[in-house]
């Protein structure tokens, strides 16, 4: 690079295979050491290994695309949220010193397609609202949108703009407390569908409207922590990033 101090070594395609690696077999960084040195020692390959404290910094700020598969005709665009446990001071307190330590945890935001390939993705703080983000993911969703299914969390006004403004349908079954809203001409989605629901029940609403799509939504979590698991192992916040980006290429390929 022509900077002072130690340059790089490794590009980042290899930081990321190897971070992908770790995630898919669950090891810690060491073992993804020595699991890759093992590895490259087999196809008699001179090529070396980076070591685990170069995965730990170089992961922090490592650029991840998310990469999806190609999508033919317009994408219906199906958003739900789950929590992931990180490692926190608290819980390290409390296992050096005894007690109950205060869990901390990330939120991580999917859209996925009909057919459950994640097509946009954000981690955020547990306190950050699911519709707020939802928005960012109708947002960053490329090419043609149809339809944006989602669960009653994401029931607001700012998700019918959203939509609307990507000239796709709503699919969100409104709070039960849902009202007709008669002030705003920008909720006439909305209302319609808080009609429909009276007309038909909310049962029925959802069997016509097609909202159990959004079980593609949750068996992505439901693979994500089968296969992942339930937490984020970095502990900087730009490592946590790339490796919530690196887990859904992960479920992508497989």
């Known amino acids: 690079?022509?900077?002072?101090?130690?340059?790089?070594?490794?590009?980042?395609?290899?930081?990321?295979?190897?971070?992908?690696?770790?995630?898919?077999?669950?090891?810690?960084?060491?073992?993804?050491?020595?699991?890759?040195?093992?590895?490259?020692?087999?196809?008699?390959?001179?090529?070396?290994?980076?070591?685990?404290?170069?995965?730990?910094?170089?992961?922090?700020?490592?650029?991840?695309?998310?990469?999806?598969?190609?999508?033919?005709?317009?994408?219906?665009?199906?958003?739900?949220s789950t929590g992931l446990s990180i490692v926190g001071e608290g819980e390290w307190a409390a296992v050096k010193h005894g007690g109950r330590g205060k869990r901390g945890w990330k939120k991580l935001h999917l859209g996925v397609d009909q057919s459950g390939v994640i097509v946009a993705q954000a981690l955020t703080e547990a306190t950050v609202d699911d519709a707020t983000t939802g928005i960012h993911l109708i947002d960053v969703v490329a090419g043609d949108l149809a339809?944006?299914?989602?669960?009653?969390?994401?029931?607001?006004?700012?998700?019918?703009?959203?939509?609307?403004?990507?000239?796709?349908?709503?699919?969100?079954?409104?709070?039960?407390?849902?009202?007709?809203s008669r002030r705003r001409l920008r909720s006439n989605a909305r209302n319609r569908t808080i009609n429909k629901v009276k007309a038909l029940g909310r049962r029925q609403w959802k069997k016509v409207s097609g909202y159990h799509q959004q079980a593609r939504a949750e068996n992505a979590f439901f693979r994500y922590k089968m296969i992942i698991g339930g937490g984020l192992r970095a502990r900087a916040p730009g490592g946590r990033e790339a490796e919530a980006l690196v887990a859904c290429n992960v479920l992508n390929r497989m």
Do not use: C, M, N
């Open 147 to 180: 339809s944006v299914t989602a669960d009653t969390a994401y029931d607001t006004v700012a998700i019918y703009d959203a939509a609307e403004a990507r000239s796709a349908t709503v699919v969100v079954p409104p709070t039960k407390t849902a009202r007709v």
């Open 1 to 80: 690079s022509g900077r002072p101090g130690g340059q790089r070594r490794f590009s980042d395609l290899a930081i990321e295979t190897a971070l992908t690696l770790r995630l898919v077999f669950r090891l810690p960084l060491r073992q993804t050491e020595g699991f890759l040195r093992s590895v490259l020692a087999l196809l008699s390959s001179d090529l070396d290994a980076p070591d685990h404290t170069t995965l730990s910094r170089r992961s922090q700020r490592l650029d991840v695309k998310l990469q999806g598969l190609p999508v033919k005709g317009p994408l219906h665009l199906i958003v739900d």
